[in-house]
């Protein structure tokens, strides 16, 4: 594998890395956070699922938005899955912060949870 350019998204200072999966070499980092992002990123990327759900009534109306998260970050590749499952996703109230709407979504052992009450 060839080596990989891209910044570092984990402070605003935006070091350019470059990155060898197999030696396991990042260059360009200013410090170990960025070593391990690059790795992480070039081998298993992940990514915290944000977006909303609709909240319906008995009859299937909406009438409201709960917004949602991932309890953990998820492999990159399994986002757009993940998010076709939460965009067919309906729930109803009462929800409370914490709640897992998608117990292990996609198999990840990760959770889709409510980030807000609502009743
Ligand atoms: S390598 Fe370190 S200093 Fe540079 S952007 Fe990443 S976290 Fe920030």
């Given at each position: 594998?060839?080596?990989?350019?891209?910044?570092?998204?984990v402070c605003p200072r935006g070091c350019s890395l470059e990155v060898d999966p197999e030696a396991g070499t990042v260059v360009g980092n200013s410090?170990?956070?960025?070593?391990?992002?690059?790795?992480?990123?070039a081998t298993n990327p992940v990514r915290t699922l944000?977006?909303?759900?609709?909240?319906?009534?008995?009859?299937?109306?909406t009438i409201g938005m709960e917004p949602v998260r991932t309890s953990q970050p998820i492999p990159k590749?399994?986002?757009?899955?993940?998010?076709?499952?939460v965009?067919?996703?309906?729930?109803?109230l009462p929800i409370h912060?914490?709640?897992a709407l998608i117990p292990n979504i996609l198999d990840t052992g990760v959770d889709?949870?409510?980030t807000k009450d609502l009743v």
């Amino acid at each position: 594998m060839s080596v990989l350019k891209m910044t570092c998204i984990v402070c605003p200072r935006g070091c350019s890395l470059e990155v060898d999966p197999e030696a396991g070499t990042v260059v360009g980092n200013s410090c170990k956070r960025g070593f391990e992002h690059g790795l992480a990123e070039a081998t298993n990327p992940v990514r915290t699922l944000t977006s909303t759900v609709r909240v319906v009534d008995d009859n299937g109306e909406t009438i409201g938005m709960e917004p949602v998260r991932t309890s953990q970050p998820i492999p990159k590749r399994l986002v757009f899955d993940a998010m076709r499952e939460v965009d067919a996703l309906r729930v109803k109230l009462p929800i409370h912060r914490g709640d897992a709407l998608i117990p292990n979504i996609l198999d990840t052992g990760v959770d889709l949870i409510a980030t807000k009450d609502l009743v």
